[in-house]
C-alpha cells in the first residue's frame, strides 16, 4: 500500500491537472510500475537509485528485481513488473518516459544529498 501511495504521489507532481484520455492510461501504467520498483526496493532494502537503474535497464530489472518482488505478500506488484518487462519496447518507453520526471530530482547532487543518497553518487 505504502509503496502504490508513493508512486501516486510522484507521479501526482509531475502530472497536469485535467489530464485525460491517453495520459490518464500512461499515468495509471507508471504508477502500478513504479510502485513494483519502489516495493521491491524496500524489499531488497536499495535505494531510490536503484529505482532508477531498473526503469533505465530492463534487463538488470529482470535480473534483480524479479528475485526481490517473490518475497512480498501481494502478488499484483511481480505481475505488474512482469507485464512491464514482457511489454513491446514502445510501451514499455511510454511507461518509462511517464515515470522519469518523477525521478528527475536524483540526477541533481543536492536533492540526492538532502535524500541521504550522498553527492559521490551523482
Do not use: C
Amino acid at each position: 500500500m505504502t509503496a502504490g501511495e508513493r508512486a501516486a504521489d510522484m507521479l501526482a507532481a509531475t502530472t497536469r491537472a485535467g489530464s485525460s484520455g491517453d495520459r490518464e492510461f500512461w499515468d495509471a501504467q507508471g504508477r502500478r510500475v513504479l510502485a513494483a520498483l519502489l516495493h521491491a526496493a524496500a524489499l531488497g532494502e536499495k535505494s531510490m537509485r536503484d529505482v532508477l537503474g531498473w526503469l533505465s535497464d530492463p534487463e538488470a530489472a529482470s535480473r534483480e528485481v524479479t528475485v526481490l518482488l517473490p518475497r512480498s505478500p501481494e502478488p499484483a506488484f511481480e505481475l505488474d513488473l512482469g507485464q512491464f518487462l514482457g511489454t513491446n519496447d514502445r510501451t514499455r518507453s511510454s511507461i518509462t518516459s511517464t515515470i522519469m520526471p518523477a525521478l528527475g530530482w536524483l540526477t541533481s547532487p543536492a536533492a540526492s544529498s538532502a535524500a541521504g543518497l550522498g553527492e559521490e553518487q551523482a
